[in-house]
């Protein structure tokens, strides 16, 4: 089956899938992805691996569009009121997720290599589905507000977590003809380079995005000029080896700070995006072995179950020191249970810099990513109609063809 | 706040500095790129050259040209038949040299002959030296580890024939493996080169000219030995228990506690071989006993003994050993070229005669069993037990009763020495 015969039926299979799982009271995202499983090649095998290759393109502007959104909640009024909380919170479920995870990990006398680096993933929480679904239950309220906060801060913490901890490890296994400055510059600069390169191109591209959007009124054009500079943000960001999520969530943040009327454009990308995400969920379940189910083993579990005490407990004390209400304590940590696509990047980043541990992080990873992707959306669903922030969806009434 | 973005130059200001981190930045990045090895100006003209050539015929005309380079390092040794690497100054590397060997040796560089006498031959090492007697023409090998070379790498066997011509084989070095070579344990260069009888004593070269390794018997088959083995089995040769090894035919070891208690004698050093045909044979000694004197010094440790060995190989030395309670006196004879050579030859008339087999037959030794660990193999014959000859029936009671509280001394006959083992 060729590409295009893949992304029609891809989307169909989406949408059919979507409308099914609104039976079940489960998250359309859920759908998507548990489409994806079903087209994949662990069951139907319609969508092959290359076509899914090809079709990385999609989730990437699917992803930085996701992350431009959600980039949108850093602005500066915003975060002067309610970011050292969120901070603090983000700090202390990612924190206690790593603590729990490399403990576990250590206990069972796992490398502290492998036990460490397993231990940064853990933090991380998947941005697109979490915010898919929120956006999916039209929620707004404290819980969801301070989740958008814990997420868009979340994957920074991890990344860097996990280049300082890569860096440690680059630093350890140094040969000594290697002058030590050398060893440093090679292992942190990367991370500074993350950092820093990818706000700066994120902040060129915003300003881009914001003095242009002045000029034009159609939606149409709108959409075009938005696309185009994600895709723009993502393509430079990639050619120079910044952090794709950093750059796009930087996108948004400059935009929502520069532009008076950025609700326009983020309304605009709200009504252009739908399909990118039905395909970017959909090949996200494609992606998905659900053989590596079989495979997950002691290793596997410990993740998983120290990873879900660690978000749900950290998140709970957290929520309690910033002194945010008993609601939301209680459902925050079961909010922030995805995780996937930052997950996925650190694995393969893990194999190609650190082949030696490659294998045992790679299969707990993946297998725990295919637990997460099941239950996470489901959890987060969970969450918010249970905290009463969900709100119905305003339906816009299609035009019909036959009139 | 917004405001103050709103300010036209406050924002050219910040997008001047995203412009210049983003610039700077990407300038500073560490590369990741898959370094190409560095390689000699002499190896890429090589494989510019290498790469020129289209026939075989071309190729063997380039190995010829780098092999003919070489003929200097190789002398061809008349009798056993081998070749001999130059090792350093006029000393000669041959293979190891049989029992009855003559002292003096034909050496012979392309035309020319010249005499060599032994300088190191020690029982059971592979390799020998042979001091020349000419210096002329001869130029000692450029040796190099072998395991500097990649695999697929083009190596070059080297020999002289008998009639004073070189001669070369062309390989691929494949990899280095470890052997067991006699009593050592050695790195062996594995190559495609087929090796027969008349490349022993070759030397394994690469094109530059250095000297990998060198053809040589290792039990049954031919190895080619490492230039790092060939230098550690010298360094063996050279330390007491070598020397002491090749000039008077026995080996010591320090007399740990258990033998100590054993032999209930705390300073020495004992004798745990003696080889037939040996001066120390011929003295009287054998395993078990346990040397005190050296000349007039006392001898406690190994240690003790090293300054005291004579530097030339020849000469007399009047030592005292300790057997069972008594203290006995006896003069060793150091022969010049090894005593190995002095052993009676049976093979003049060409025939060679065994002595007949006494002692008791030991068929197998069981893997991981006491007596094997202490290297006692299927072979040996059982000739002494605790200093007395035995019965085949009190051999078996002995062997059967001891214990490692009360252990007995066996002396076993194996090839062309015997050896003291304490069992088990």
Known sequence: MNELSSLGLILLFALFAGHLVKFLRLPEVTGYILAGVAVGPSVLGWVSHDNLSTLSVFSEVALALILFSLGSIFEIDRIVSIGRGVARITLTESSIAALLVTGGMLALGQPWQISFLLGTIAMETAAASTLMVIRECNASGALSETVTGIIGLNNIFCLISFSLVAAVIDLTKSDPTVAFLQTLYQSLYPLIWQLVGSVALGFLVGVLLASWATKVIEHGELSILLIGCMLLCVGVALMLDLSTLIASMSVGATLSNLSANSKRLFSALSRTDPPFYAIFFVIAGADLDLALLGSIGVLGVVYVLGRSTGKFLGAHMGARNAGLPEVVRRWLGVALMSQAGLAIGLTLIINRRFPEFSGAISTVVLAAVVVYEMIGPVSARLAITRSGESQPRLSEPAESLFT | ?424
């Open chain 2, 1 to 424: 706040m917004r405001y103050w973005l709103s300010d036209k130059r406050y924002l050219a200001l910040l997008i001047l500095i995203a412009v210049l981190i983003l610039v700077v930045g990407s300038w500073l990045r560490p590369r990741r790129q898959t370094a190409e090895l560095v390689v000699s100006e002499a190896e890429r003209l090589r494989l510019q050259y290498l790469a020129q050539q289209r026939s075989l015929q071309d190729f063997t005309s380039y190995f010829e040209r780098v092999a003919g380079g070489f003929g200097t390092h190789l002398v061809r040794l008349k009798e056993p038949p081998a070749t001999g690497l130059v090792w350093e100054g006029t000393g000669v590397m041959v293979p190891g040299l049989p029992r009855n060997h003559p002292s003096d040796f034909t050496l012979r560089l392309d035309s020319s002959e010249f005499r060599a006498s032994p300088v190191l031959v020690v029982p059971q090492l592979p390799i020998s030296v042979l001091e020349s007697r000419l210096s002329r023409g001869l130029q000692a090998v450029n040796r190099t580890e072998a395991s500097a070379l990649k695999p697929g790498k083009w190596v070059l066997l080297m020999i002289r024939q008998e009639d004073g011509s070189t001669g070369y084989s062309p390989g691929f070095f494949s990899s280095i493996s470890t052997t067991q070579c006699g009593d050592h344990v050695v790195k062996e260069i594995v190559t495609s080169i087929p090796l027969d009888i008349s490349k022993l004593g070759g030397g394994l070269f690469d094109l530059d000219g250095h000297l990998l390794g060198m053809v040589l018997q290792c039990g049954q088959r031919l190895a080619s030995i490492s230039t790092v083995s060939l230098n550690l089995l010298l360094q063996v040769a050279s330390r007491p228990e070598g020397r002491l090894l090749q000039n008077y035919g026995i080996r010591l070891s320090e007399l740990d506690t258990r033998a100590a208690a054993h032999f209930r004698h705390a300073e020495g050093v004992l004798i745990s071989e003696v080889w037939k045909g040996s001066p120390a044979e011929r003295a009287g000694l054998v395993p078990g006993d346990i040397l005190t004197r050296w000349e007039t010094a006392a001898v406690r440790t190994m240690e003790d003994l090293n300054p005291l060995l004579p530097k030339s190989s020849e000469g007399v030395a009047n030592i005292e050993v300790v057997r069972g309670r008594r203290v006995v006196r006896m003069t060793l004879e150091a022969i010049s070229g090894g005593w190995w050579s002095r052993v009676v030859s049976t093979a003049a008339l060409g025939l060679q005669i065994e002595p007949p087999a006494a002692g008791y037959l030991i068929a197998s030794a069981e893997p991981g069993s006491p007596a094997q660990s202490v290297g006692m193999r299927a072979g040996d014959r059982v000739m002494m037990i605790d200093g007395r000859s035995v019965s085949r029936q009190q051999a078996t009671q002995l062997l059967k009763t001891a214990t490692a509280d009360k252990p007995i001394y066996v002396l076993v006959s194996r090839e062309d020495k015997t050896i003291g083992v304490l069992l088990p």
